[in-house]
């Protein structure tokens, strides 16, 4: 006769080995951070910091060179300066990796942004 605790044990085991493995594995994918809102909660926070947008003022241009950097700034969301190089935000394990011409950040799968 088998002894049916000796399976019950090793199959309560498995399950909990199965639920880990799928938290990590979700964890990793990190399926709720939106790469859109990561985008502009990094082009808020760290754009001006790390001069992916300048002010308007230091900007030395013709004045239809001036106008078109504008128009590309105000179109992806910058009203009051100019976006001198775009964020790109890729999957990285556990957050995202958010990049630009001057730098990168990485996102944390819990939202905290590091440089």
Known sequence: ?????????????????????????????????????????????????????VPIEKIIASEEALKEMIEYSRAHGV??????????????PFGRWVASCEGGYYVTFYGQIIP
């Open 1 to 53: 006769m088998v002894n049916k605790t000796f399976f019950m044990r090793k199959s309560i085991k498995s399950f909990i080995l199965t639920i880990i493995v799928m938290i990590f594995l979700l964890l990793a994918w990190a399926p709720w951070l939106n790469d859109d809102e990561v985008h502009d909660r990094v082009l808020k926070e760290k754009g001006r910091k790390d001069g992916t947008i």
């Open 79 to 92: 009203e009051d300066g100019i976006l001198i190089c775009d964020y790109k935000v890729m999957w990285f």
